[in-house]
């Protein structure tokens, strides 16, 4: 096939394979998390959702924990549920009133190239707002940015986190 192909189509096919092989074999250079935070009445449940890729994770576990482990598949899966929840746990937090609200983590999946974690909680029946510290990745990955969506009484907002902004408070809709 590539015979029968003038020269500069060659170069071009070569500069592009080139290109495509390069690319295949890079780290990526975009480091974003997205958080789901749901509010469900009547009961004020908390529903949170974490996707982040599975790399990014991966590697900050093993920096943070000394370890050489491997995620997707696991190593030993209740060994990193246990790491990833306690490192989670210091670099998200929510609290209302200066209290930490308490967060159960229920587990992770899998899907492609991304790790979802998902905790539940339980409100108080008077909190009108959260405030929310979201440090992950910051102190490994440099220009990590981190999305969450809080979704309460039917309203959507969305908020961005960084190095330079790592807490917020999330309002409730009345």
Known sequence: MIASLPFKSIKKYLLCLGIGLGLAFTKHDVYLSSMEIVVQPPDRDLQITLRVFTDDLELVLQQQHDL????????????????????????????????????????????????????????????TDLQLTHRLFLDALPTQQNVVHFKQAGQRKSYLFDKRVFEKTLVFVP
């Open 68 to 127: 050489e482990l491997k995620l997707n598949p696991d190593h030993s899966a209740s060994a990193v549920d246990s790491i990833a929840a306690i490192y989670l746990a210091r670099v998200i937090q929510l609290k209302s009133r200066d209290s930490l609200v308490t967060l159960n983590f229920l587990g992770k999946e899998y899907r492609d190239d991304l790790t979802l974690l998902y905790w539940e909680g339980q409100l108080d029946a008077t909190t």
